[in-house]
């Protein structure tokens, strides 16, 4: 699965809030990864890729070995290893070389009060063929198809986060959904 969480990458968004951060934004995946809360500081695993630019792609793809274009044992290997997630070009994206998934992205909400006490949440949005992010309400037919994503992506990792509408007093927009952990620590 994309979203498969190494347990490296657990322990360093861990250490970095038991050593004073606030919030870990995880980066560099091209795909959702799930969020949670460590001592009452969230972790986004991975926000998508937000914003995606890979120079000169079609000159990229042209050339022998980039992306999956090359020799076909060299293509087999590579179907073999990453399956329906290799990169390779996609019709009617193209400017965006990953499986479909990798057009679910959006943005972090944090709202952290006067107190310090921090609520976050999700702007959801999808990317267009144009290799634009375009933001959708959490609660329109697109915007209900990234939550669902991101529900599968904690569930599946195990995850101790709930997804919900904005609760009133959280400071965050009525557009996104909000993070809550259901961990008992």
């Not at 019709?91 to 107190?115: C, K, N, Q, W």
Request: glycine content about 8%.
């Amino acid at each position: 699965m994309p979203f498969s969480l190494t347990d490296h990458e657990r322990r360093t968004a861990r250490l970095a809030i038991d050593h004073g951060a606030d919030v870990v934004l995880g980066h560099h995946h091209h795909m959702l990864r799930g969020v949670e809360f460590h001592a009452g500081r969230p972790i986004f695993y991975g926000l998508g890729h937000y914003v995606f630019d890979l120079p000169n792609l079609t000159e990229r793809l042209a050339k022998d070995g980039y992306l999956g274009v090359g020799r076909p044992e060299e293509m087999a290997a590579w179907a073999r290893k990453f399956g329906e997630y290799m990169i390779r070009p996609r019709e009617g994206y193209p400017l965006l070389p990953f499986h479909p998934d990798s057009r679910m992205t959006g943005a972090a909400v944090v709202h952290i009060t006067p107190s310090g006490r921090i609520r976050a949440g999700f702007l959801p949005a999808i990317i267009n063929p144009a290799n634009e992010p375009i933001h959708v309400a959490a609660d329109s037919d697109e915007g209900r198809r990234v939550v669902a994503y991101l529900e599968r992506c904690c569930a599946a990792e195990q995850l101790p986060t709930r997804l919900i509408a904005p609760r009133p007093d959280s400071g965050l927009p009525s557009a996104c959904i909000e993070f809550v952990s259901t961990a008992t620590d």
